[in-house]
């Protein structure tokens, strides 16, 4: 009974596969490798998928390495399924952040942002 298990699917925001968050890593917090990368354009705009399980209002904080909040945003009744978002960091100060979008105060994904 030799079965080969299935490779994993690739994330994509054009079908009915949700998006889920990654889970932290339980032994190092300030780990944010787990978490998928993205770099702003050369116009400052980072371009952030996520899945919704039902219509509810959306934020977006932006951590800076020693945890603090470096902004956040908010967006109103947004709705279910794969949604995308594109958000210009061209004021936010180069360096390392964790982006973590929450819909209806639940974290539905977390992203590595890396500005040069």
């Keep these: 009974n030799n079965k080969q298990t299935p490779p994993p699917k690739e994330e994509t925001a054009n ?7 990654e889970s932290p890593n339980p032994n190092d917090p300030n780990d944010w490798s787990v978490f998928p990368k993205v770099m702003p354009n050369p116009k400052g705009d980072v371009v952030l998928k996520y899945t919704l399980k039902s219509t509810c209002d959306v934020s977006m904080q932006l951590i800076s390495p020693g ?3 470096v902004t956040e945003l ?3 009744k947004q709705p279910s399924g794969n949604n995308v978002k594109s958000i ?3 004021r936010v100060p180069q360096g390392r952040y964790l982006l973590v979008i929450k819909g209806g105060g639940e974290v539905v994904r977390r992203y590595r942002v890396l500005k040069r």
């Design 88 to 90: 210009n960091m061209s």
């Design 67 to 69: 945890w603090k909040k």
């Design 74 to 76: 908010h967006f109103e």
């Design 15 to 21: 079908n009915n596969t949700p998006i889920t968050p």
